[in-house]
């Protein structure tokens, strides 16, 4: 197994005490794994809580920090935390305002972050949620009911965290974030499958010279597998199937985002193609974001993300943001 690790058991808590060399803007929990920004609970502030497994950084710890999340719950690799973790990460941010928890559609992070909810709520602080579920690409998956929650998740934390920053009420934070996912489409494509540290080997049959359409961000299978395409013609593909099922009508932020063994140079190429769709499509472009930010462990691939902005939604994306994984504007 070529794995840059110590053992399997201790992958995420590994990354976690890293994490925190590294970020001193940052307070980490290595033990109870939650990572809070250090000047929580920010007064007045609606406090913004998400997670998931680990295996998709820099989502969601490395998206912590002013103009995005309050704190984020890391899991075992490709597996849910706990709820007592999203609780303890609920406590440690409110100041009074309230906590949006920001939940991808998979079935233990909806379970979990319910039963969180009513851990906090017991205690007396007042939780909203909003559920991602942006995949087109199937629907009722392998590990889902209804949608898969992918790129779009990184639209919603960063406009929603922009409205929590400028003092937004909770309501309001809210609506902006299931807006934010209304308004947003994803696909994803494999080019290989990913290798789980416990696992040590691929989780799926990828041939040599095949790939899958419209994998998931687990590596669940898509919507069917075939010979190897070029960029233009993935990109046909990808960009295709999120319009058939949002036509687009705004201007649309982009995502082109790597599934972790992706290079850049790639990236870019996949991304002029992406563009040029969409501009033989009359979709005009308001913003692109290029790189790994959802990810799957080792998978190569990529995974393009649509979302339709009004001036509202476009002005609270491009409000400053400082995190380890997305920062511009402080």
């Known amino acids: 197994m070529r794995m ?3 053992v399997p058991e201790t992958v995420v808590a590994d990354a976690l005490r890293g994490m925190a ?6 307070s980490v929990d290595v033990e109870n794994r939650v990572v809070v920004r250090r000047d929580a609970p920010v007064s ?8 998931g497994g680990s295996g998709h950084e820099p989502l969601h710890g490395g998206f912590v920090g002013p103009g995005m999340l309050s704190a984020a719950c890391p899991g075992e690799v490709f597996t849910s935390p706990v709820p007592d973790q999203m609780a303890r990460a609920a406590a440690a941010v409110d100041s009074g305002a309230g906590v949006l928890f920001v939940v991808k559609n998979y079935t233990g992070d909806v379970l979990n972050f319910d039963m969180a909810a009513e851990l906090a709520e017991d205690e007396g602080i007042q939780i909203a949620k909003v559920l991602v579920d942006d995949d087109v690409a199937v629907t009722d998956s392998l590990y889902t009911a209804g949608r898969r929650g992918t790129g779009a998740t990184l639209f919603v934390e960063k406009i929603a965290g922009a409205a929590a920053e400028e003092g937004q009420p909770l309501e309001r934070v809210q609506s902006v974030a299931r807006q934010v996912n209304e308004n947003s489409r994803s696909f994803g494509v494999a080019l290989s499958a990913c290798t789980t540290p416990a696992k040590g080997s691929p989780t799926f049959d990828l041939p040599v010279g095949e790939l899958e359409l419209g994998i998931g961000i687990h590596g669940e299978p898509g919507r069917e597998r075939r010979a190897m395409m070029t960029s233009g013609e993935i ?3 990808a960009v295709h199937a999120i319009l058939e099922d949002m036509p687009p009508r705004d201007p649309v932020l982009v995502l082109v985002n790597g599934m972790g063994a992706t290079p850049l140079l790639e990236l870019y190429g996949f991304n002029a193609e992406v563009q040029r769709v969409l501009g033989e499509r009359g979709v005009a472009v308001a913003r692109t974001l290029v790189g790994n930010y959802v990810t799957s462990l080792d998978m190569a691939g990529a995974s393009v993300t649509l979302c339709r902005v009004d001036e509202e939604l476009l002005r609270l994306w491009d409000a400053p943001v400082k995190t380890a994984g997305l920062r511009w504007g402080m």
Do not use: Q
């Open 21 to 26: 060399a590294a970020h001193p803007d940052l």
């Open 44 to 51: 007045g502030k609606v406090a913004l809580v998400s997670g």
């Open 4 to 6: 840059l690790i110590n």
């Open 235 to 237: 990109a046909d593909y």
